[in-house]
């Protein structure tokens, strides 16, 4: 199974362009999500809050933000 796994990833040179486009357009989707900023804070919001107490001090910066 694991050996199977790294070919995969390898892949063909086509394979591999694929991958590289789907990079790129993840990528994109990260940039057009921080051009939501309070879209974006609100989710970074509900995922801190969902980790946890060890992510308290990520919650108050990311309030912080939200009022810039």
Same mark, same amino acid.
């Given at each position: 199974?694991?050996? @199977?796994?790294?070919? /995969? *990833?390898?892949?063909?040179?086509?394979?591999? @362009? %694929?991958?590289?486009?789907?990079?790129?357009? !993840?990528?994109?989707? *990260?940039? /057009?999500?921080?051009?939501?900023?309070?879209?974006? @804070?609100? *989710? %970074?919001?509900?995922?801190?809050? *969902?980790?946890?107490? =060890? @992510? &308290? =001090? &990520? /919650?108050?910066? &990311?309030? %912080?933000?939200? !009022?810039?």
């Amino acid at each position: 199974m694991g050996s @199977s796994g790294a070919v /995969i *990833i390898v892949g063909t040179r086509k394979e591999r @362009s %694929f991958f590289v486009s789907v990079l790129r357009n !993840v990528m994109l989707m *990260i940039m /057009i999500m921080h051009a939501y900023g309070l879209y974006r @804070s609100q *989710i %970074f919001y509900l995922q801190t809050k *969902i980790m946890g107490d =060890s @992510s &308290s =001090s &990520s /919650i108050k910066h &990311s309030k %912080f933000l939200e !009022v810039d």
